[in-house]
């Protein structure tokens, strides 16, 4: 059977908001995005629309090379690959596209990320947080990761996750 490679990174821009978060959670990464572009011109996630404002957020194309990521030179990352089926791979694609030409609908959920530190889903319509999102995109596309619901997985579960193969880890800057 042919498969094809996705792509989760995880990442930490060593912003304010993110070394509070990591103040509570204890994880290294505490962003994740997902992609099909093994040069990382084009990842997908929720977080800043803006890179100078952590508040407004929603569905964003991110990049290595551009925007919050740009702006946070010294983001470290790791890199992850998994392998999934053609028909799989198709489904995570056709996920993305309808937040991409749907972009302007979603919402980054603040509150529901609250709700998941807790272990309670506060869920809003149209609205996300990074590691929700990828989950969520992934699941839909029938890929079992894990028993857990997606509004409570974590970055640091697809780094602990068997099918998750590291690709690198340092620097994003650095990447080649």
Excluded at 67 to 77: A, E, L, V
Aim: hydrophobic share 35%; net charge neutral; aromatic share 18%.
């Amino acid at each position: 059977m042919e498969t094809k490679n996705i792509y989760v990174v995880l990442s930490d821009t060593g912003s304010v908001l993110t070394r509070l978060i990591g103040f509570y959670t204890k994880s290294r990464y505490n962003h994740c995005s997902i992609s099909f572009d093994p040069e990382f011109k084009s990842l997908y996630s929720f977080g800043r629309k803006q890179p100078r404002n952590p508040f407004i957020g929603g569905f964003v194309e991110e990049s290595f090379y551009d925007g919050t990521f740009k702006r946070f030179s010294n983001t470290t990352c790791l890199v992850l690959k998994m392998n999934v089926d053609c028909d799989s791979y198709d489904r995570i694609q056709n996920n993305i596209n309808f937040f991409k030409e749907n972009m302007n609908r979603y919402h980054y959920n603040f509150i529901g990320l609250f709700g998941a530190a807790v272990g309670r889903e506060i869920s809003r319509e149209n609205a996300y947080y990074c590691s929700h999102f990828v989950a969520k995109v992934i699941e839909e596309a029938d890929v079992k990761l894990w028993e857990t619901p997606a509004f409570l997985v974590k970055p640091e579960d697809f780094q602990h996750h068997k099918n998750f193969e590291i690709v690198y880890e340092g620097k994003m800057s650095e990447f080649k």
